[in-house]
């Protein structure tokens, strides 16, 4: 039950987020949240046109609990239409948890290289959720993508 604010929060931003403007603004909103803060790109959907990887966007928020800091991350596909990206490779640093992460959802290949989602394709709309344990945040930032 303790989740359920983050999603009635992505659910509100994706509502306020719908606009048929196709030229999106690469303005960034930093929005609090109890004690929760996220970095939410001002990402408009596409009803026309490819994907690309504006259209892949990651949410990060620290989970309140005691002992080591845990961090929610969400990897969501944004794109309406167009091909659904796979391979989608993250920056990530030397990524690392005291809690274990399933390597199919998120693995760190290399430096700097973490994969998403096993490789397979991310669906339209598509979630990937885990969470972390570490005693700072990860800075995870879009690093490529296959799109068809």
Excluded at 122 to 143: C, D, H
């Amino acid at each position: 039950m303790g989740s359920c604010p983050l999603y009635i929060f992505y659910l509100m931003f994706i509502i306020m987020s719908c606009n048929h403007n196709p030229a999106p603004s690469k303005k960034l909103r930093h929005s609090t949240y109890g004690d929760t803060n996220l970095a939410i790109p001002n990402r408009k959907l596409l009803f026309h046109g490819s994907c690309t990887n504006r259209d892949i966007s990651i949410f990060q928020s620290k989970d309140i609990t005691s002992g080591i800091p845990q961090y929610i991350v969400q990897i969501v596909n944004t794109c309406v239409h167009g091909c659904v990206p796979s391979d989608i490779h993250l920056h990530c640093g030397w990524f690392a948890s005291a809690r274990i992460v399933n390597p199919r959802t998120f693995k760190r290949v290399m430096y700097d290289d973490c994969l998403v989602n096993g490789g397979k394709p991310l669906k339209t709309g598509q979630t990937i959720r885990f969470t972390y344990s570490n005693s700072f945040m990860y800075p995870l930032a879009f690093k490529s993508a296959k799109f068809c």
